[in-house]
Nanobody, 127 residues
Framework: QVQLVESGGGLVQAGGSLSVSCAVS????????MGWFRQVPGKEREFVAA?????????YYADSVKGRFTISRDNAKNTVYLQMHSLKPEDTAVYYC???????????????????WGQGTQVTVSS
């Protein structure tokens, strides 16, 4: 049974930094794309970042987080990370990690592309 478990969320002041992790069990996602999404109540789930390893890491970021967030992965630990810097109140959301079911080409920002999802971790940025 595949499980994605996020951790590391919390409360941080604007301008601060926070890292969240996603530990995967039940499957090895070495060549699968992994993504981070976020969602606030009443709004659709929003793409944040994605990563695929195929000899080297390929990454893709939403414009709203480019230059502030960094996605990375440790295949040996089957874990994906999202480092967040220069956080803004509008970054407040529940952050979800996701994995595609089968390895594909390229990286997608659509939540429909991803099959496995974690339960989410709350990130709150105070002003």
């Amino acid at each position: 049974q595949v499980q994605l478990v996020e951790s590391g969320g919390g409360l941080v002041q604007a301008g601060g930094s926070l890292s969240v992790s996603c530990a995967v069990s039940g499957h090895t996602f070495t060549r699968h794309a992994m993504g981070w999404f976020r969602q606030v109540p009443g709004k659709e789930r929003e793409f944040v970042a994605a990563i695929r390893w195929s000899g080297s890491d390929s990454t893709y970021y939403a414009d709203s987080v480019k230059g502030r967030f960094t996605i990375s992965r440790d295949n040996a630990k089957n874990t994906v990370y999202l480092q967040m810097h220069s956080l803004k109140p509008e970054d407040t959301a529940v952050y979800y990690c996701a994995a595609e079911r089968n390895p594909r080409i390229g990286l997608s920002s659509s939540p429909l592309h991803y099959y496995y999802w974690g339960q989410g971790t709350q990130v709150t940025v105070s002003s």
